[in-house]
Structures are given as C-alpha cells and as structure tokens.
C-alpha cells in the first residue's frame, strides 16, 4: 500500500522522512488532520485548520 504524502499546513512543503515533524487531529474539531514540519514548529509557524478555522500555535 503506497503511502500519500503528507504537506505540512503552515510552510506548504512536503514532509518526507523530516524528524520532529507531527501529523495531530485539529485541536478545534478533532476531524482534520494538521501535519506541521520541523521547521514551523521550531519558528511557531500559524496554521489554520480548513474545516472549523482554528487557527494555532496559540
């Protein structure tokens, strides 16, 4: 089974093999999935969710 891959929300590049990279559920409404990059969480990049709008870090 072949993998899709995955962009993080807040840099918009693809996250392949990115240690402290993280894929959660929305903190808002818990169906979207949010797939941030090393480097948006080390720089505290906002996000937002396309479902209910949350919008984090906060």
């Not at 240690?19 to 999935?33: A, D, H, I, M």
């Amino acid at each position: 089974m072949e993998e899709k891959a995955q962009k993080c929300v807040s840099m918009g590049r693809t996250v392949i093999n990115d240690k402290g990279s993280v894929t959660f559920n929305c903190p808002g409404c818990g169906n979207q999935k949010i797939t941030r990059s090393f480097k948006a969480r080390q720089i505290s990049a906002r996000y937002k969710c396309e479902e209910c709008s949350f919008e984090g870090p906060n």
